[in-house]
């Protein structure tokens, strides 16, 4: 039976930075389960779950660090005791756009997390208004809605974090 371990990786972007994780993984005889990566910046980051046989366990976590000799840094979370429950309730998707400013983010995490909102994938992004010429904000995000949650509730504290966000959430697998 394997072992469940999350890594996070990160690492200068250029070509065969994927491969060569996958083949640490695959050369110990590792299952890619999921994962979520994009180029930012400049630089290469991802989480990846994996499964990996327990024999293979110590190899593969050597093989791991020796991905920092070619500019490759990778954490390895795993055997953290009992994992948190998956959060219950209708799944939703959350898309906005408004103005950009300072703390936009922190302001909507904090709406979201005063709903008891949780967040299962979130993307952001800034580009120029087509329009204005001005930084403009997207976010989309899979959550999880508790059970009592009003929607319309959640959309409007999220609306009066910037006068002009439009915001939307849409019930998913409906």
Same mark, same amino acid.
């Not at 070619?70 to 408004?98: E, N």
């Not at 508790?146 to 697998?173: S, Y």
């Given at each position: ?5 999350? /890594?996070?990786?990160?690492? $200068? ?25 994009? $180029?930012? =910046?400049?630089?290469?980051? =991802?989480?990846?779950?994996? @499964?990996?046989?327990?024999?293979? $366990? ?5 093989? /791991?660090?020796?991905? %920092? ?7 390895? $979370? =795993?055997?953290? =005791? ?11 998707? /959350?898309? /906005?756009?408004?103005? @950009? ?26 580009? !120029? ?33 910037? %006068? ?7 019930? !998913?697998?409906?």
């Amino acid at each position: 039976m394997g072992q469940e371990v999350i /890594l996070s990786v990160v690492g $200068r972007d250029r070509r065969g930075l994927v491969d060569a994780l996958a083949s640490a993984i695959a050369g110990h005889d590792g299952n890619w389960i999921g994962s979520s990566m994009a $180029r930012l =910046g400049g630089e290469f980051a =991802g989480i990846v779950q994996v @499964d990996i046989p327990a024999a293979r $366990r110590e190899a593969f976590l050597a093989a /791991l660090v020796a991905l %920092g000799e070619d500019g490759i840094d990778v954490t390895v $979370r =795993g055997d953290q =005791g009992p994992q948190a429950s998956a959060a219950g309730g209708p799944a939703a998707h /959350l898309h /906005l756009t408004g103005a @950009d400013h300072v703390g936009i983010v922190r302001d909507i995490s904090h709406a979201l997390a005063l709903a008891n909102v949780t967040i299962d994938q979130l993307h952001t992004q800034v580009f !120029k208004g087509s329009m204005s010429g001005q930084d403009m904000f997207a976010a989309e995000a899979d959550i999880v809605l508790p059970d009592d949650l009003d929607v319309a509730t959640l959309r409007d504290a999220l609306e009066r974090i910037a %006068g002009d966000l439009v915001v939307e959430i849409e019930p !998913k697998g409906i």
